[in-house]
């Protein structure tokens, strides 16, 4: 009998982070408290650029943000948000998009699947993302259990379950 398979990947899907931007956008231009602030929200590449003038009313936009990213299904772990910075009389906060597993996670994600997991499952990191196989599909639902109640620094997902 052969081997069943998944893959654990980090991707994002980048029509919900338009999504999202779009809606915080509309309620940061619709809410009381942003007018007269220059409050704004844009996603540029990969960066999600958050303006106003004050560190206060920029760190609410970013919770506006948040709020729509976890409505639209998102997980957190995907944004890397990096410190509010003055530039003239705007405070700007960035917030990079997180995707693939970086090696040092996969051999974090790789030895918790050798020490925990089930014997006979085999974890090989492929570029960005992680392939687990085994002879028993029973012990692949297994990971997939262990890995989900482990926290991570990296959102993931289970894809091409064989």
Not at 47 to 58: D, G, K, L, P, Y
Not at 114 to 124: F, H, N, T
Request: hydrophobic share 40%; no cysteine.
């Amino acid at each position: 009998m052969a081997d069943s398979s998944f893959d654990i990947v980090s991707k994002l899907d980048r029509q919900e982070v338009d999504n999202a931007v779009n809606q915080a956008a509309k309620e940061v231009a619709q809410r009381y408290d942003f007018r007269n602030v220059d409050a704004s929200i844009a996603l540029s590449g990969d960066q999600i650029v958050m303006e106003a003038n004050s560190e206060e009313r920029v760190l609410a936009v970013l919770d506006v943000l948040q709020s729509k990213v976890l409505r639209r299904g998102l997980s957190l772990k995907s944004l890397e948000v990096g410190d509010p910075k003055q530039s003239g009389k705007i405070v700007r906060l960035v917030a990079d998009l997180k995707e693939g597993i970086s090696s040092e996670e996969a051999k974090k994600i790789s030895k918790i699947i050798r020490d925990e997991g089930p014997k006979g499952v085999k974890a090989q990191i492929q570029g960005d993302e992680l392939r687990v196989s085994s002879k028993s599909r029973d012990d692949l639902q297994a990971v997939i259990a262990l890995i989900k109640g482990k926290d991570l620094d990296t959102a993931v997902q289970f894809v091409n379950y064989r």
